[in-house]
């Protein structure tokens, strides 16, 4: 069956530091995948979207990257980070290919505090 | 373009009584609908999908919703609440395409009291 795994759970980092967060896929090949940040009291926002190594879209200019140098890992950097970048941070796939009546599948999520 | 509305950014309901949580959706082909369900500091779990097979569609945990073309409506309900529903529900459309985007609405909070 598939998986999906992220981390850290949990990180505070202070203003101006790097970022670096991890998503991986287990059991599929060649998945789509999604980042999204979900801050205090709004819905989720899809900040980049990938459907193979080396493709990122992204949705919103902010002070974030993605990467995806392997088929089922997903990063999601930032060089400097700002008190805006505070949310919670989800990684999900779909399958490639899929009709667009399967869902998608979200990890336990990112808890980023930056002071 | 797709969109979604959910109506009520927080519900209450007492335990035992009947969950209505609705959602509005605008699109301009046949929509793909999905609800999910997110407890604290967890990631997102999909409730159920409805895939035009049936306008009614059952879910996990007892949870249903029914397809109204005509109201544009994709509402989430359950007959009888319980404490352990007490989550943050979100209403998603598919984008078409093979991006396999979605686009939620702004979520609703279930609380349940005893």
């Known amino acids: 069956s598939q998986t999906i795994h992220q981390w850290p759970a949990t990180l505070v980092q202070p203003v101006g530091s790097p970022l670096s967060l991890e998503c991986t896929v287990e059991?599929?090949?060649?998945?789509?995948l999604y980042w999204y940040r979900q801050a205090a009291g709004r819905g989720l926002q899809l900040l980049f979207y990938?459907?193979?190594?080396?493709?990122i879209s992204s949705e919103v200019p902010q002070n974030l990257s993605a990467s995806r140098p392997q088929d089922r890992q997903f990063i999601l950097s930032s060089k400097k980070l700002l008190l805006s970048d505070s949310g919670f941070y989800l990684c999900?796939?779909?399958?490639?290919?899929?009709?667009?009546?399967?869902?998608?599948?979200f990890g336990d999520g990112t808890r980023l505090s930056i002071l | 373009a797709q969109s979604v509305t959910q109506l009520g950014s927080h519900v209450s309901v007492s335990e035992g009584a009947l969950v209505l949580l609705r959602c509005n959706y605008s699109?301009?082909?046949?929509?793909?609908l999905f609800w999910y369900v997110q407890y604290p500091n967890q990631g997102l779990q999909l409730l159920l999908k409805?895939?035009?097979?049936?306008?009614l569609v059952k879910g996990i945990n007892g949870f249903e919703a029914e397809f109204k073309k005509s109201e544009t409506s994709f509402h989430l309900t359950k007959p009888s609440a319980h404490m352990s529903d007490a989550a943050e529900y979100f209403c998603?459309?598919?984008?078409?395409?093979?991006?396999?985007?979605?686009?939620f609405g702004q979520g609703t909070t279930l609380q349940v009291k005893p």
């Open positions: 999900a796939w779909k399958g490639q290919g899929e009709l667009s009546n399967q869902p998608q599948h």
């Open positions: 059991g599929t090949s060649n998945p789509n």
């Open positions: 990938s459907v193979g190594i080396g493709q």
């Open positions: 699109s301009s082909v046949p929509p793909y």
């Open positions: 409805y895939t035009s097979a049936a306008t």
């Open positions: 998603a459309v598919t984008l078409s395409g093979n991006t396999g985007k979605l686009i």
